[in-house]
């Protein structure tokens, strides 16, 4: 019998199956099957307000973990990604309020065309690299949205489209909970499909187009068609995250897809961390809690200097950039490396050394 009070010393596979697990010892299996537990449970003690919160972070940490495939997985910039959920957004509405399509066919499709439409804005990664690759997925970015606007008969231009929300029969996802629901149910389908893609041979050579594409290609990784599946694959999610916000918000209008919602989108995998699934979740609740946290302290100091509320919308960019640029000093890899120095910390602790 095992006594609880002894540590267990080293850590033993004896099958494939263990060694390729995705979390291989018991205490991590453990961990994340409680922190799913805390998050299936979390409507319920919640009230709307941190429910919608939370369903939001969600929807767009769908989006910065496709930005993550691309950028931080296989080293291609994108600053487009504002444009490439327009597309996501724009599809799903368009095919359900003027196609009649439901949203459980709508949702696939969109993900399926913006995949097309950034893989076609990424045949130029090739030839292009670092800013001048950076430089032509913002062509993208104006080119899209230049249609949305203009286009006035499909996308309603500047007015927008209205949305109604997912219904399944009779049911309609119209409350906050049933929508947190439906979020993490993507957010989880996302995040295990894109912790095995790395494991897999397709993701093993995107990581090395990454690390240094002349000695990938001398090795036979045919760069061309592995830098297109990472813009389409990348895109795919960004179209899915797009579409499942438009449903959400029930608006869908150019000015939520400008270039303002790129850079907070590169500011998520920045500060969450480059190359890590959880970090691009990590970043994207951190991004959508900022401004809340700031607003509320703002409010509590309000109350004994009663102009600073005020000025807080004007210094509120300059926070968000001061924070970006603290981070990228002092904590390049982001709050997934922070999250691992702690952990490390502590698995030894009190005999650090």
């Given amino acids: 019998m095992k006594n609880p009070f002894v540590m267990g010393c080293g850590e033993f596979r004896i099958s494939y199956r263990q060694d390729m697990a995705i979390y291989k010892i018991p205490r991590v299996r453990s961990r994340v099957i409680i922190i799913l537990t805390l998050f299936l449970i979390y409507p319920i003690l919640a009230s709307p307000y941190y429910i919608s919160l939370a369903t939001i972070a969600g929807i767009a940490a769908i989006g910065a973990i496709g930005l993550n495939i691309l950028t931080g997985f296989t080293g291609q910039i994108s600053i487009g990604v504002g444009a490439f959920l327009g ?21 696939p499709i969109s993900g399926i065309i913006t995949a097309g439409v950034g893989a076609l804005f990424g045949i130029p990664s090739l030839r292009l690299k670092g800013l001048y690759l950076a430089m032509a997925t913002l062509a993208a970015q104006v080119i899209i949205i230049f249609i949305i606007n203009r286009w006035d008969s499909l996308t309603g231009g500047t007015a927008g489209l209205v949305v109604q929300r997912p219904t399944i ?7 906050e909970i049933s929508y947190y629901y439906l979020m ?38 045919d760069l061309f068609k592995y830098k297109i599946i ?27 897809y400008g270039i303002g919602i790129s850079i ?3 500011a998520m995998i920045l500060i969450g961390g480059l190359g890590s699934v959880m970090g691009s979740i990590y970043g994207a609740v ?6 809340v946290i700031l607003r509320e302290l703002m409010n509590l100091l309000g109350a004994f200097f009663p102009d600073l509320t005020a000025v807080f919308a004007g210094f509120r960019e300059i926070i968000f950039g001061a924070i970006i640029i603290l981070f990228l000093v002092y904590e390049p890899e982001g709050i997934a490396k922070m999250w691992r120095n702690l952990k490390d910390y502590f698995k030894i602790w009190p005999f650090s050394y």
């Fill in 230 to 256: 990472a813009f389409a694959v990348s895109s795919f999610f960004v179209g899915i995250s797009g579409s499942l916000m438009g449903h959400y918000t029930l608006v869908i209008s150019p000015e939520y």
């Fill in 264 to 266: 907070e989108y590169l």
């Fill in 169 to 175: 029969g009779n049911f309609s996802f119209d409350s």
């Fill in 184 to 221: 993490f149910v993507f957010l989880f389908i996302t995040t295990l499909f894109t912790m095995n893609l790395f494991r897999s041979r397709v993701g093993r050579a995107l990581v090395a187009v990454r690390d240094r594409d002349l000695a990938a290609e001398v090795m036979g990784i």
């Fill in 87 to 107: 597309v996501g957004g724009y599809t799903s509405a368009i095919l359900t309020t003027k196609l009649g399509f439901p949203f459980w066919v709508a949702l």
């Fill in 286 to 291: 951190f991004i959508t809690l900022l401004p």
